[in-house]
């Protein structure tokens, strides 16, 4: 590949992010706080005087918070170790698309210092978080019954205790008494 055709392609990339800006009407400092870079990086990113990123995780996040895959940037590199599959993270996502909502909607709901952190979650990087009133906040947003709420809180502790090393067999029935505990107070 030519010089001349790869500086093509970084234009379209640069374009492609100018382009989403202005048709999802997103200031560019919302841009650049959701995908954790300074406002001057992405003037700069979309007026095409510095190159646009190779970085992974840049990358990842702009793809992210534009609802498109990072493979359709040019410049992206796959990463050798894939994101490990998060059925939370899933039910997530499918929520989104059920209830038509990008990522921006989506992010817009919360407040601009954790847009980062939720970013990341998306991308599979961050966990779910694992209190129970973020929860409901995820589910306020998606149109989720308390019912939904829970049992998606109840998979997320459950994963937190499986990776805290508790033996989920053997202590089925603390774990079944807990969740029958939390489900009575928290659905009253």
């Known amino acids: 590949m030519s010089i001349q055709n790869k500086n093509n392609i970084k234009k379209e990339s640069s374009k492609k992010v100018a382009e989403f800006l202005k048709n999802n009407e997103l200031h560019k400092k919302d841009f650049a706080q959701m995908v954790g870079v300074t406002l001057s990086y992405v003037y700069n990113l979309i007026d095409e005087t510095i190159p646009f990123s190779s970085r992974g995780t840049t990358l990842e996040r702009i793809a992210v918070v534009m609802d498109i895959l990072p493979e359709e940037f040019d410049e992206y590199l796959i990463q050798e170790e ?15 698309k059920k209830e038509k909502l990008s990522t921006v909607d989506f992010l817009k709901n919360f407040e601009r210092k954790k847009r980062l952190y939720l970013v990341d979650m998306l991308r599979g990087v961050n966990p779910i978080p694992i209190d129970y009133t973020e929860i409901e906040t995820f589910a306020k947003i998606l149109k989720m019954n308390k019912e939904e709420a829970f049992e998606l809180w109840k998979e997320r ?10 033996d989920i067999e053997k202590n089925k029935n603390l774990i079944e008494e807990m969740f029958k505990t939390a489900k009575k107070y928290l659905l009253k």
């Open 157 to 166: 502790m459950l994963e937190y205790l499986k990776t805290g090393k508790m």
């Open 82 to 96: 894939p994101t490990p599959f998060n059925k939370i993270l899933n039910t997530i996502k499918e929520k989104m």
